[in-house]
Nanobody
Framework: QVQLVESGGGLVHAGGSLRLSCAAS????????MYWFRQAPGKEREFVGG????????YYADSMKGRFTISRDNAKNSVYLQMDSLKPEDTAVYYC?????????????????WGKGTLVTVSS
């Protein structure tokens, strides 16, 4: 079992930046992939990006490329989401997720573990 805890959400003005963290516990991540999803009010959960834990390869949704960056810290068993040039439409609950296996997928239904989420609000 893997437990995921997100942190770093909050209120930020449009154009600002925010860094989310996700700490994994229960076992050491290795042949896994880690993800960020988001869900805005009244909308479905949306893929943000993922990282192959083994080699650090990342993949992003097209709308996030260039503004969002996913990184990992193997020693801390943690994954991060750096969000820059934030827009009001980025307002959502951001979820960390993990999947056994290093191949990155974009479907929320394929995830094995989920965090409880952290709220990001971008004001205009």
């Amino acid at each position: 079992q893997v437990q995921l805890v997100e942190s770093g959400g909050g209120l930020v003005h449009a154009g600002g930046s925010l860094r989310l963290s996700c700490a994994a516990s229960g076992r050491t991540l290795s042949k896994d992939s880690m993800y960020w999803f988001r869900q805005a009010p009244g909308k479905e959960r949306e893929f943000v990006g993922g990282i192959n834990w083994a080699d650090g390869t990342t993949y992003y949704a097209d709308s996030m490329k260039g503004r969002f960056t996913i990184s990992r810290d193997n020693a801390k068993n943690s994954v991060y989401l750096q969000m820059d040039s934030l827009k009001p439409e980025d307002t959502a609950v951001y979820y960390c997720a993990a999947k056994v296996g290093v191949i990155i997928v974009t479907s929320a239904g394929r995830m094995d573990y989920w965090g409880k989420g952290t709220l990001v609000t971008v004001s205009s």
